[in-house]
């Protein structure tokens, strides 16, 4: 197996994985939106709301909401030393209090822990008209996607790297390139040049004025494009990590519980 990074930032990810099966690649995929942990409002106790939208509504607005937060900080609810009835090591409480008119974003709410805020602050939640007002206090814990999409860590997509080889017999490589649908994929100087094989969309268009065997596109059925964008409070780096973790964590607790099958 190899990895080949394509680009990275806090937010997004792109990579090359060699030497994998198209199951070990979904699983991977289902992993980093499912399986890895994140902190999301649960619970909401409205104190008073007058404005147009419903507190169910509301409630489920500030769900989606992504927060940030220590990821040693706290723990799952079932794992907690206070057996899920809820304590500062797997609960955190927010607080909104606003008078309109006014938007009301997601960056009014006041965190009772430094870490815990939301990733973003300008997020709608909703419109405040004179004389309306709106609080409420918030109780977030962690969970997985699998769960609740609100408990999402990333979105994840996936595709097949294309193979791509062009050995034009009359050297002539720009009529190739100007049926690329990308324009951007190959480079010529001395020779061709795959710069951008991320982009190509297997347009199989090369095959209008090929003759033989001269140029070829296929998939590559071993080699997948990953691209990870978090929705979370995680790093896209991080998602990936611990979605590997949590793998290992779960085949190992498989595998133990496969030995006591008599």
């Known amino acids: 197996m190899r990895i080949e990074i394509l680009n990275r930032t806090d937010s997004e990810i792109n990579f090359v994985v060699r030497g994998i099966t198209p199951g070990f690649a979904n699983l ?20 008073k709301n007058d404005s147009a939208l419903q507190d169910e509504i509301l409630a489920n ?14 723990n799952l609810p079932e794992e907690c030393t206070c057996k899920g009835k809820g ?18 974003y997601s960056g009014d709410l006041k965190s009772r822990a430094k870490d815990v805020k939301p990733v973003f602050d300008n997020i709608p939640i909703v419109e405040l008209f004179e004389g309306e007002e709106l609080e409420f ?12 999409v609100k408990w999402q860590a990333s979105i994840v997509g996936y595709k097949n790297s294309p193979l791509v080889t062009i050995i034009p017999k009359d050297k002539n490589y720009e009529k190739y390139l100007k049926l690329c649908s990308r324009g951007h994929v190959f480079k010529v100087g001395n020779k061709i040049v795959i710069t951008g094989i991320d982009d190509c969309t297997l ?7 090929s003759k033989g065997d001269e ?31 949590q793998l290992e964590k779960r085949l190992k607790e498989f595998k133990k519980k496969l030995k006591k099958v008599k």
């Open 203 to 209: 347009c199989q268009k090369y095959k209008e004025i």
């Open 87 to 104: 304590c500062s090591r797997c609960q955190v409480k927010l607080v909104l209090s606003k008078k309109g008119p006014c938007m009301v």
């Open 215 to 245: 140029v070829k596109v296929e998939d590559g059925e071993d080699i997948f494009i990953f691209n990870v964008e978090s929705v979370s409070g995680w790093k896209a780096e991080e998602v990936v990590l611990e979605a590997l973790d």
């Open 137 to 148: 206090e918030a109780i977030a814990q962690l969970g997985f996607g699998r769960e609740h």
């Open 61 to 74: 607005r500030l769900g989606q909401i992504p927060l940030t937060f220590d990821k040693k900080a706290y």
């Open 28 to 47: 991977l995929r289902r992993a980093m939106m499912m399986e890895v942990p994140t902190l999301a409002i649960e619970w909401v106790d409205f104190i």
